[in-house]
């Protein structure tokens, strides 16, 4: 799949106007027999005794974008400009996208092309080996982990949307058991790691709470 050019840009969120939301991903049925044990993925993404802690998060960071690209790839026939006409995400969030001095290169643009930026931004920055080392002996910049949590909230706003708008996409496919383990893993990774700005999780938090990974809300005092 070749990725839209997307260089220097950040991203923003807005809020548009309130509507009444379906959320099949949080659904018990699809949930059933779909989700990895807790433990079993902590021990996998646990710092092992020894290992180069710069070197395991990239290496964490560069499975995370193989992950989506391969998920994406399933739904993206589906994901078009017609389908998905902005990067739309739970909570009647939009997530835009900016150029480097805070210009919005577009009000709203689609999904797909925001994913293409998304994919670009991330495959230019963990092929390059001044910043994601591939060689021995190189050194890991002193803006890496910075990097790394610029990358994790963009590809997080990509697995938000393939959950919100492509559920049952996946679901047709047979494929939801993959999205719900990714996004374990993404959440676990960075619940340990601290690569991700816990405001970020706002939009699947629920999915984050019927799954353990976050406490459950508050009981409203009557």
Do not use: R
């Not at 900016?98 to 930026?117: C, M, N, R, S």
């Not at 931004?121 to 890991?140: L, R």
């Amino acid at each position: 799949m070749e990725w839209l050019m997307g260089k220097g840009k950040k991203t923003k969120i807005i809020n548009t106007e309130e509507v009444k939301e379906n959320k099949p991903y949080l659904e018990e049925s699809y949930l059933n027999n779909s989700v990895m044990d807790k433990a079993v993925i902590k021990e996998i993404i646990s710092l092992p005794p020894g290992i180069d802690y710069n070197e395991w998060i990239a290496t964490h960071t560069l499975g995370h974008f193989n992950t989506l690209n391969l998920l994406y790839g399933c739904i993206s026939e589906v994901c078009t400009t017609t389908t998905c006409p902005v990067m739309s995400a739970p909570g009647a969030l939009t997530y835009l996208w900016y150029d480097e001095k805070g210009k919005k290169t577009k009000t709203l643009i689609p999904a797909p092309q925001y994913i293409d930026y998304v994919m670009t931004y991330v495959e230019k920055h963990v092929h390059d080996n001044s910043i994601f080392p591939s060689k021995f002996g190189m050194t890991f910049p002193s803006h890496f982990v910075a990097t790394v949590k610029k990358i994790e909230k963009l590809l997080f706003h990509v697995l938000v949307h393939l959950f919100f708008t492509h559920y049952l996409d996946f679901v047709n496919m047979g494929l939801h058991t993959h999205l719900n383990c990714a996004f374990m893993n993404f959440v676990i990774f960075n619940q340990e790691f601290n690569t991700l700005d816990p405001k970020e999780m706002a939009p699947l938090e629920d999915l984050a709470q019927l799954m353990g990974l976050m406490p459950p809300p508050p009981i409203p005092v009557q």
